[in-house]
């Protein structure tokens, strides 16, 4: 059973929910879409923007309680 509260929501382009192992994302571009580049070298184009992937990973790490600081 996947556990979907390990991973953070995104949308892809066509308005599909994806979800995604914050700790594998490895860095985010904007080209004009945000694309994410995981520790895998895959590429996932999204329609969030950068802004609003950030908070979902800082509000992941307080959940599980990394970085409580930010």
Do not use: C, F
């Not at 556990?3 to 080209?31: A, C, F």
């Not at 950068?50 to 908070?55: S, T």
């Amino acid at each position: 059973m996947l556990h979907y509260s390990t991973m953070i929501e995104v949308s892809r382009l066509d308005g599909k929910k994806y979800w995604i192992n914050p700790h594998q994302i490895e860095s985010m571009e904007e080209n004009p879409d945000l694309t994410l580049t995981l520790l895998s070298g895959k590429k996932i184009v999204v329609s969030n923007p950068p802004e609003e992937i950030i908070e979902k990973i800082v509000a992941y790490r307080r959940k599980i309680g990394i970085n409580q600081e930010l």
